[in-house]
């Protein structure tokens, strides 16, 4: 008797999948069924749906209700299906006219009394929505500033049932509470123009709790929300750990840094992001992408424009960092890192499953997950940063520390780092203890060295550097370059190698490690504006790589 539908869509790991959703109105002993491969979650939306409809002042219809959620085949789960749901109802059993919602994508939770929920996952949604062709998007008020984001797309945002149906039906928009959701919330700072619909346009009349949306622009936000920024200048000494600092973010190379306890590893971690360039406008969709699914995505920040950081505790799990959960995986730790850094402080004391995990997305720039109820592909280009002590009391190498490691005892410490996750890390750094004058300095402040801004202006135009050299490629990193084309296609200066094929003959070195020196060296004369690496180059690469001095000092940065 009555038939509507609408489009929502389902997320598979950080990607979106549009749905759409009908609903089928015939004569019959009243039922409700949800078909569509929908989960346990999803399953429940029928109880959430009746209520909201109820509780807004509407009527449910007493008739057999088919509520079918295409394609079929794609797994979809969660309560962003909702809305959708909801205004399917409503237009098949005649209170909104089904032209009005045909071309419409809604995503958002119902609460009982009709309001309009926030859910993860907002900004993919509305790029899947974008891709599919659709250019109006409905969304909770509070996710506006999100789903702006995606340019060529106009957005709605409502706080209620109530609000959405008087706008299709072209009603005055009732009042509505703000809800805690959205308390606190900035508002959209592009509120230009509203949803197209037959009958006129969406926004007209607009009474108290509306937002709309048109977003154009580039939609930079704030990072750091105002808090201090940890800084390289509090770092006192430790010149050659700063080296491989920068070296690091200027390559996007991998650093292990290994020393005593209250030595600095854990401050120069975190002074990490600080010297990489900002996001590109592609670079933080994809953070903010697998932000929003994971659920972080501050309240106050809808775009993510600085490099991620995140650290993981010791204890965490396998699934933890690399993706998992039950029913379809959620992103784990290397991808909250995605496009930053990822810093496991301690890190022998994680698993030897979880270390090893990390293997594969190091390699690829991304981690595949299989579960029974599905397999997803994350991103997880990050920097790797690993930090450790030199045996359990962590005294070992420190002159008159008085260890009392057995030498199996440092043995077995040592090697809980297994030799192919080391040997995927291109910079390994001891971290010496500072000495009273560089940590007193002169009048009792510290010495420390330049201030992260001079050090990031160092490294973006290292950066710049291997973009144009690489401009016709699809690599913009030293990093990035596979082995093979970086030995065919960009040659060094004559007899640069020598060291390093010495070393490679004596079995010291692997032909990864050999390709990984080749990229720090390519670094290393990027930051020294030179147009490919010299000898010293390659003995600087190589001792950062080893950790075994090679007789140069450093020939890049200003430490």
């Not at 909801?86 to 059993?93: I, P, Y």
């Not at 974008?130 to 789903?147: H, I, K």
């Not at 006192?236 to 920068?246: C, D, N, P, T, Y």
Request: aromatic share 4%; charged share 20%.
């Amino acid at each position: 008797m009555g038939f509507a539908r609408t489009c929502s869509v389902a997320l598979v790991g950080v990607e979106g999948v549009a749905v759409e959703v009908q609903a089928d109105l015939e004569p019959g002993v009243a039922a409700f069924a949800l078909v569509g491969l929908p989960d346990k979650s999803l399953v429940e939306s029928r109880d959430r749906v009746r209520a909201a409809i109820v509780n807004s002042g509407e009527t449910w219809p007493q008739k057999k209700l088919t509520v079918g959620l295409s394609p079929a085949s794609v797994p979809k789960g969660g309560s962003g299906f909702d809305l959708a749901v909801a205004c399917a109802v409503l237009a098949a059993s005649g209170r909104i006219a089904p032209g009005a919602i045909a071309d419409l994508m809604m995503i958002g939770e119902l609460g009982l009394d009709g309001r309009v929920r926030p859910v993860r996952g907002v900004l993919p949604a509305v790029l899947a929505a974008a891709d599919a062709g659709y250019r109006q998007v409905v969304v909770p008020e509070c996710s506006t500033s999100e789903a702006a984001l995606v340019p060529g797309v106009s957005v709605l945002g409502v706080r209620s049932l109530r609000q959405l149906v008087a706008v299709l039906n072209d009603e005055a928009v009732p009042e509505e509470p703000e809800t805690d959701s959205a308390a606190g919330r900035e508002r959209p700072d592009a509120m230009l123009a509203g949803l197209a619909v037959p009958g006129g346009a969406i926004g007209s009349g607009l009474g108290g709790g509306f937002a709309r949306a048109d977003f154009t622009g580039s939609g930079r936000g704030t990072v750091d929300g105002g808090k201090h920024a940890p800084d390289l200048a509090d770092v006192a000494g430790q010149h050659g750990a700063r080296l491989a600092l920068e070296v690091a973010a200027a390559g996007g190379h991998h650093l292990y840094l290994n020393g005593p306890p209250g030595a600095g590893k854990t401050m120069l971690a975190e002074r990490l992001p600080g010297v990489l360039p900002p996001l590109t406008r592609q670079e933080s969709l994809e953070v903010t992408a697998v932000h929003s699914v994971a659920g972080i995505l501050p309240a106050d920040r809808p775009l993510v424009d600085t490099p991620p950081y995140c650290a993981p505790h010791h204890s965490a799990t396998m699934p933890s960092l690399v993706g998992g959960g039950s029913g379809l995986p959620r992103p784990g730790a290397v991808s909250l890192a995605h496009r930053g850094v990822l810093f496991l402080d301690e890190a022998p004391e994680f698993t030897a499953q979880s270390l090893d995990a990390l293997r594969q997305p190091l390699e690829s720039g991304h981690v595949v997950v299989a579960r029974a109820a599905g397999v997803i592909r994350l991103p997880a280009r990050f920097m790797l940063v690993l930090a450790a002590n030199p045996c359990p009391c962590g005294r070992y190498s420190v002159l008159g520390g008085g260890c009392d490691c057995s030498p199996s005892a440092v043995r077995r410490y040592q090697a809980r780092l297994s030799g192919p996750l080391l040997d995927r890390v291109d910079l390994r750094v001891d971290v010496e203890p500072v000495s009273r004058a560089e940590l007193m300095g002169p009048g009792g402040r510290g010495a420390g060295g330049e201030s992260s801004a001079v050090v990031a202006a160092r490294v973006i135009d290292a950066r710049a550097r291997a973009a144009a050299r690489y401009q016709d490629t699809p690599w913009r990193l030293n990093s990035e370059v596979p082995g093979h084309e970086l030995r065919t296609r960009w040659h060094v200066a004559a007899g640069a190698l020598r060291a390093v094929e010495r070393d490679m003959e004596r079995g010291l070195l692997t032909a990864r490690g050999l390709d990984r020196v080749l990229r720090v060296a390519w670094t290393l004369a990027d930051l020294g504006g030179a147009d490919r690496p010299s000898p010293e180059h390659v003995l600087l690469a190589l001792q950062l790589r080893t950790g075994v001095s090679r007789g140069v000092s450093a020939v890049a940065g200003g430490g």
